[in-house]
């Protein structure tokens, strides 16, 4: 009886190992193409990763305050979408509210910044390097897309070439890991040259609180140059598009200075 399983046993591993002899040829091409399968996928991330650290900077912001003009409509209407074609022009932006930054030649990426302010806006240079006079109150808002941006952006800012040595503090506003009663706080203690924030953000100290003040306000950069990783703009995003438009540039203080000529409205 133990003969007769053993003589089983030995067929059934010859068996068995002429099966693993007729496999062996499939497995290899199998395992060949998940491997150019996973280096697909790493080629994929590698190419998300480097377009979110380094983004591509494209522009229509060089175009004349005319041509921005019809932008900032066409864009503003989608932030309306129920809104009639006579209300939609009580809010537009007047091509006179827009500065004409046609003759700048270099990037408009956060390097120039600082070039690009002190050459293409010399009024809002001058009064950066001023000492502030209110609490809150500062000569620029530059309205940023996310956090992060608004961070490099705030770094850039504090250069001392704008500030020199009196200029007022540069405030960096956003939601994440900030309550908006903390910044209301900060600001009604603090002397602010630049306020730096989301338009979320902004629209909310604008519109909710008394703490953000346009007294001394003439100046506000909209970031439209820089482009994430998904290739969009500060008004391609439906949700900051509609915080630019609705809470910010609609912001009844601001609209009415704006209308009036004491805020200019520069794209960057």
Same mark, same amino acid.
């Given at each position: 009886m133990a003969d007769v399983l053993d003589d089983d046993y030995d067929e059934l591993v010859l068996v068995s190992d002429e099966q693993d002899d007729h496999l062996a040829p499939l497995t290899a091409p199998a395992n060949a193409k998940k491997r150019k399968?996973?280096?697909?996928?790493?080629?994929?991330?590698?190419?998300?990763?480097?377009?979110?650290?380094?983004?591509?900077?494209?522009? #229509?912001?060089?175009? $004349?305050?005319?041509? @921005?003009?019809?932008? @900032?409509?066409?864009?503003?209407?989608?932030? !309306?979408?129920?809104? &009639?074609? #006579?209300?939609?022009?009580? @809010?537009?932006?007047?091509? $006179?509210?827009?500065?004409?930054?046609t003759t700048w030649s270099g990037s408009r990426s956060l390097d120039e910044l600082v070039p690009f302010i002190i050459k293409m806006l010399p009024t809002l240079h001058t009064r950066l390097g001023q000492k502030s006079k209110s609490n809150g109150a500062p000569t620029l808002l530059f309205i940023a897309g996310a956090a992060l941006r608004v961070a490099d952006a705030t770094r850039v800012l504090k250069d001392k070439n704008l500030r020199g040595d009196k200029g007022g503090e540069v405030a960096k506003l956003f939601a994440k890991h900030f309550k908006l009663s903390h910044h209301v706080s900060y600001l009604k203690r603090t002397k602010i040259g630049t306020a730096v924030g989301t338009p979320?953000?902004?629209?909310?100290?604008?519109?909710?609180?008394?703490?953000? &003040?346009? &007294?001394?306000?003439?100046?506000?950069?909209?970031? #439209? &140059? !820089?482009?994430?990783?998904?290739?969009?703009?500060?008004l391609d995003i439906p949700e900051t598009r509609d915080e630019v438009f609705k809470s910010v540039l609609a912001a009844p203080q601001i609209l009415k200075a704006i209308k009036e000529g004491t805020i200019q409205v520069v794209l960057f």
């Open positions: 399968r996973r280096e697909k996928e790493k080629e994929k991330k590698r190419r998300k990763l480097a377009e979110a650290v380094v983004p591509i900077v494209q522009t #229509i912001a060089d175009r $004349s305050p005319t041509h @921005l003009a019809a932008y @900032l409509a066409s864009t503003q209407a989608k932030a !309306f979408p129920d809104h &009639s074609q #006579i209300e939609l022009n009580d @809010l537009e932006i007047p091509d $006179s509210a827009i500065a004409d930054t979320g953000r902004i629209g909310k100290l604008l519109c909710e609180t008394d703490a953000l &003040s346009i &007294s001394a306000l003439t100046h506000i950069i909209l970031d #439209i &140059s !820089f482009i994430d990783a998904k290739q969009r703009t500060l």
